[in-house]
Every structure is written in structure tokens, then in C-alpha cells.
């Protein structure tokens, strides 16, 4: 096949793809408030949700963020975007569950970080919010999936929520708009490696 033949294939396929894709932007004719779902055992589900939040505020939108089990103040993303206006940081839990091993007190600090959650929830002028970890409360039992489902349904409506960890329950994926399950194929930690500012905190 000659060069010239190459590049007619080349623009003729490239064609044809623009065309799918303007006749999918056609079709996308409303705008919503979006739930978006990052699990699955991979590394990065914080990390992109983190990503969301710059561009958020890139577009000058108010962010709130929650995180759920995390209960230290030295993670590289807090310490940045804590100090960006526009931003409302909650640390909401007290350390990973191993750390803590006391169920009592573990559900009582979900609940009362929900209720934090709840005044984001219900307030139209936070434009995204991000619910990080949260799939653990719920899936440990402290937060009743049913509570948690009803309340992110009943957020204004054009509120973009973004909830994070592992093992998402059924219910939260279905009522999700976008669902992302992230892979582990290899992980540095299983080889020795301690985690990594910048990387990993």
C-alpha cells in the first residue's frame, strides 16, 4: 500500500469516527448533577476524584470534600487544597478500622460524619462534593445504605457527587450515573516499598 493509499484509509477511518462521536454529542442534550462511583481494588479511586476537584475548580465551581476513615491531616491533597478558596475540607473519620477496634465508637463517627454530610448535601451552592472512602461505612454497617441513597437522591439538582473505596455496594452502583472500577495488577507496598509522599500520601 502506497503512502498516499495509507493516508485516504487514514482520513477516510478518522471520517467516520467523527462522525459517531458528533451524532453521541448530539444526543447528550441535557445537563444533571452527576453521581460518580470509583472502586474496585486499584490504586488511584481518591486520586481521580482529587483530580475532579482541581478541575472543578479550574471552572471557579465551589467543592466540598468529606473523607470517611481517614482520620490524619497529612495527606499531600489535603494540604493543598485545604488552602484553596472555594474549598470546604471535613476529616470525618478517626483511622482504619484495624487502628481503631471499636465498633461503637466506629459507627458513632460515621454517623455524626454523616451528618456533616448532610448539611453539604442539602446546600446549592457547594457545586461538587466529594465523598471520600465512603463505601466502607456503608460496608461495615455504621451508615444504612437506604439513608445514605435517599439522601445523595434528594441533593440539589445539579449538584456532581463523587464517592470513593472499595467494594461498592450494589445498591450505590446502580443508582450511580458514571461507575468506575479501578484494577490492582501490582502494587509497590506488596514488594516492601513503603508508601510514597507525593505518590501514595
Not at 19 to 24: G, H, I, P, T
Not at 40 to 53: E, L, W
Not at 143 to 165: E, S, Y
Amino acid at each position: 500500500m502506497s503512502e498516499s493509499e495509507q493516508g485516504q484509509r487514514h482520513q477516510d477511518r478518522m471520517a467516520r469516527k467523527k462522525a459517531l462521536v458528533d451524532e453521541s454529542i448530539k444526543r447528550a442534550d441535557r445537563d444533571q448533577g452527576l453521581l460518580l462511583v470509583l472502586s474496585g481494588n486499584g490504586k488511584g479511586k481518591s486520586s481521580s476524584a482529587f483530580g475532579m476537584v482541581a478541575r472543578a475548580l479550574g471552572h471557579g465551581m465551589k467543592v466540598g470534600v468529606a473523607q470517611f476513615i481517614k482520620g490524619c491531616n497529612d495527606t499531600g491533597e489535603e494540604a493543598f487544597f485545604r488552602k484553596q478558596p472555594g474549598v470546604t475540607w471535613h476529616v470525618l473519620g478517626e483511622g482504619f478500622t484495624w487502628e481503631t477496634q471499636n465498633l461503637a465508637r466506629d459507627t458513632e463517627t460515621a454517623q455524626r460524619g454523616w451528618a456533616v454530610v448532610k448539611t453539604m448535601l442539602v446546600d446549592e451552592s457547594i457545586d461538587l462534593l466529594v465523598l471520600d472512602e465512603l463505601t466502607y461505612p456503608i460496608k461495615y454497617g455504621w451508615l444504612a445504605i437506604d439513608t445514605v441513597l435517599a439522601d445523595l437522591k434528594a441533593r440539589p439538582a445539579m449538584q456532581h457527587v463523587v464517592v470513593t473505596g472499595r467494594a461498592a455496594p450494589a445498591g450505590l452502583i446502580e443508582a450511580a450515573d458514571t461507575v468506575t472500577e479501578l484494577r490492582d495488577l501490582k502494587h509497590a507496598f506488596r514488594a516492601g516499598v513503603r508508601a510514597q509522599p507525593g505518590i501514595d500520601l
